[in-house]
């Protein structure tokens, strides 16, 4: 369906609500903002241009509707996606759970995620033991027996749910978190895994072992920033002779993997750089990493170890797999902190907030150099 429409008004907020209680899965609805200098629509679920309307964000966020790039009427708001820590946290509370059980029923509730199921998705688990639970940026690898990798990945909004109700006793009543249960994971012992995504950005994907080196969704990822591999020099040598910003850098996943933007303006903010600084000055003339490169490196690992160990951060929507909230988030810096008084000792300075690369950055222009 195609609304041509003048500007996105009351009309049609009144017909895109209408679609929002009555969500077609199959409809592609794009609205055309004609203004003065509009028609270059954002693809859906791109964070650069989202709508202040809620009705119309929700739309744009599920991926069924694009929106005008030049709706400057509205500022872009940040994707509440899970981060590594919250990912990372995850993993840790599957891990007792999966790790030696076998997997005795899959129940696939839609065609697809962010992309279709594997034809032979439900085979492959069923009935195979998983050996390990890791992950890779913010992809869960689930080892299995077989030979076979589940990768999955919690898109913007996918959250595990672990329930001890038996096995055939599992009772779904419809209501509307229920609706968005996608994957339901009976494991030996009564255990069941339930994926929930109401945006459905999250992704499952069964891979060889032996395949992983070649797998396009792993490919090109730079070192975990927890890793052995991640450290002064690996960060300099990946940002020597970069003319993007060091913000744009540390999203880089060829830089480091799975920083995501909160935890980026966090390690920046504690490493007193600022984010607009170019990412090519944390290697001296010989590819050498600078102080500079010491000092971030340092902090991308604090700030990342320290949002694990309180539970990840859950800013709205992502949720530990017990349905236990973390509250990092009421430990962030800069992180939505405008206008508040920067935390760095001896700096008078105040929180700003600006829009870099179509992501929002918080920083002390005071004490970030
Ligand atoms: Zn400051």
Same mark, same amino acid.
């Given at each position: 369906?195609?609304?041509?429409? #003048?500007?996105?008004?009351i009309?049609n907020?009144v ?9 077609r899965?199959d409809a ?6 004609v203004s ?6 954002q693809?859906?679920g791109s964070?650069?241009?989202?709508c202040?309307?809620?009705?119309i964000?929700?739309l744009h966020?599920?991926?069924?509707l694009a ?5 400057r009427?509205l ?7 899970p ?5 990372e946290?995850?993993r840790?509370?599957?891990?007792p ?6 997997i005795t ?7 697809d995620l ?6 032979d998705f ?6 195979h033991r998983?050996v390990?639970?890791?992950r890779r940026a913010?992809?869960?690898m ?12 919690l ?8 329930d001890?109700a038996?096995?055939?006793a599992?009772h ?8 968005n ?7 030996g ?6 994926y929930?995504d109401?945006?459905?950005f999250g992704?499952?994907k069964i ?9 396009p ?6 070192p975990?920033p927890l890793g052995?591999?991640f450290?002064?020099?690996?960060l300099a040598?990946?940002c020597?002779?970069k003319t993007?910003s ?6 880089d996943?060829?830089v480091v ?13 504690r490493?007193r750089?600022?984010?607009?600084r170019?990412? #090519?000055?944390l ?5 050498a990493p600078?102080?500079r490169?010491?000092?971030?490196a340092?902090a991308i690992?604090?700030v990342l ?15 530990h797999?017990d349905g236990?909230?973390?509250?990092f988030q009421?430990?962030f ?10 935390t760095?000792?001896g700096c008078?300075g105040v929180?700003?907030?600006?829009v ?10 005071k004490?970030?150099?």
């Amino acid at each position: 369906m195609i609304f041509p429409t #003048s500007m996105f008004g009351i009309t049609n907020a009144v017909l895109l609500s209408r679609l929002v209680k009555q969500p077609r899965e199959d409809a592609i609805v794009i609205v055309l903002a004609v203004s003065f200098n509009t028609l270059l629509v954002q693809p859906p679920g791109s964070p650069a241009a989202q709508c202040r309307n809620p009705t119309i964000s929700a739309l744009h966020q599920s991926g069924r509707l694009a929106i005008s790039r030049n709706c400057r009427h509205l500022p872009p708001q940040e994707p509440n996606m899970p981060e590594l820590p919250e990912v990372e946290t995850v993993r840790r509370g599957l891990q007792p759970v999966m790790e030696g059980a076998r997997i005795t029923g899959v129940e696939l509730r839609r065609a697809d995620l962010r992309f279709p199921f594997q034809p032979d998705f439900a085979a492959r688990l069923t009935g195979h033991r998983a050996v390990s639970l890791s992950r890779r940026a913010k992809f869960l690898m689930a080892d299995l027996a077989s030979g076979d990798v589940l990768m999955m990945h919690l898109g913007m909004s996918g959250s595990f749910r672990i329930d001890d109700a038996p096995v055939g006793a599992f009772h779904h009543p419809r209501n509307v978190e229920r609706v968005n249960d996608h994957v339901v994971l009976r494991l030996g012992g009564g255990k069941i895994i339930t994926y929930n995504d109401p945006r459905r950005f999250g992704s499952m994907k069964i891979v060889a072992r032996t395949a992983l080196d070649d797998e396009p969704l792993l490919k090109g990822l730079g070192p975990e920033p927890l890793g052995n591999a991640f450290d002064a020099a690996t960060l300099a040598r990946a940002c020597a002779g970069k003319t993007a910003s060091l913000k744009a850098a540390l999203l880089d996943q060829h830089v480091v993997a799975g920083l995501g933007n909160i935890y980026a303006a966090e390690a920046l903010h504690r490493a007193r750089l600022s984010p607009k600084r170019r990412a #090519s000055t944390l290697a001296n003339r010989s590819g050498a990493p600078t102080d500079r490169a010491g000092e971030l490196a340092a902090a991308i690992r604090a700030v990342l170890t320290e949002a694990i160990a309180v539970g990840g951060a859950t800013l709205h929507n992502c949720r530990h797999p017990d349905g236990k909230l973390g509250y990092f988030q009421h430990s962030f810096e800069v992180y939505n902190h405008e206008g508040q008084p920067c935390t760095t000792p001896g700096c008078d300075g105040v929180v700003h907030r600006f829009v870099q690369n179509g992501r929002t950055t918080f920083w002390c222009p005071k004490c970030q150099r």
